[in-house]
């Protein structure tokens, strides 16, 4: 079993930046994969970014490339987002989520962020 726990949500004003942490523990060394997810009111759950546990390899959504950044601390076993350019269409629930080899089978609860205009 995996645990994850996010923290860095907030408001902040249209073109500001947060900085969101999931950090994990459990069985890390099953993991393939950390990423976070979000959901916006009345939206169905988007993909944002995720990156590999080992290899550091990163992926974004298009939405969101140029503008965050994932990266990750093996030894904290802490994965990062750090958010900037920030648009009122990024408000949502930032969930962060961990996968094996074939699904994202751990959740995080989800942390909170809203971008005023």
């Known amino acids: 079993q995996v645990q994850l726990v996010e923290s860095g949500g907030g408001l902040v004003q249209a073109g500001g930046s947060l900085r969101l942490s999931c950090a994990a523990s459990?069985?890390?060394?099953?993991?393939?994969?950390v990423g976070w997810f979000r959901r916006a009111p009345g939206k169905e759950r988007e993909f944002v970014a995720a990156?590999?546990?080992?290899?550091?390899?990163?992926d974004y959504a298009d939405s969101v490339k140029g503008r965050f950044t994932i990266s990750r601390d093996n030894a904290k076993n802490t994965v990062f987002l750090q958010m900037n350019s920030l648009k009122p269409e990024d408000t949502a629930v930032y969930t962060c989520?961990?996968?094996?080899?074939?699904?994202?089978?751990?959740w995080g609860q989800g942390t909170q962020v809203t971008v005023s205009s």
């Open positions: 989520a961990a996968r094996n080899a074939v699904i994202w089978n751990y």
């Open positions: 459990g069985r890390t060394s099953s993991l393939y994969f």
């Open positions: 990156v590999g546990w080992n290899s550091g390899n990163s």
